[in-house]
């Protein structure tokens, strides 16, 4: 079971990227929750956003304010965040995660410590 994540990069303030993450294999990619979450130098791992396994339900941390969007295409066992108007407090690097459901109707959760599976991160710097 492997997460690859990229798309990160190098923008000026007020830019756009889109990162995307590969799932391996189709069984696989659609029994988890995929989420995308951020780290910071020096600081803590945060939840940025995350879609249910059907693509219906996201959830998106407050600072997003409506900047990001996060979505994923089953038939390439892909999710993909996309960065609007990005700032440089965006500056970190992002990680996809999959949490596996285990249970109907089970619910986005924020917390990383819940989720079995993780990919290499790819690094966003945002410029002032």
């Known amino acids: 079971v492997q997460l690859q994540a990229s798309g990160g990069g190098l923008v000026q303030a007020g830019g756009s990227l889109r990162l995307s993450c590969v799932a391996s294999?189709?069984?696989?990619?659609?029994?988890?929750?995929m989420a995308w979450f951020r780290q910071a130098p020096g600081k803590e791992r945060e939840f940025v956003a995350a879609v249910t396994t059907n693509g219906v339900t996201t959830l998106y941390a407050d600072f997003v304010k409506g900047r990001f969007t996060t979505s994923r295409d089953s038939y390439k066992n892909t999710a993909y965040l996309q960065m609007n108007d990005l700032q440089p407090e965006d500056t970190a690097v992002y990680y996809c995660?999959?949490?596996?459901?285990?249970?109907?109707?089970?619910?986005?959760?924020?917390?990383?410590?819940?989720?079995?599976?993780w990919g290499q991160g790819t690094q966003v710097t945002v410029s002032s």
């Open positions: 294999g189709r069984i696989f990619f659609g029994s988890n929750i």
């Open positions: 995660a999959g949490d596996k459901v285990r249970a109907i109707g089970q619910s986005i959760s924020r917390n990383g410590d819940e989720y079995d599976y």
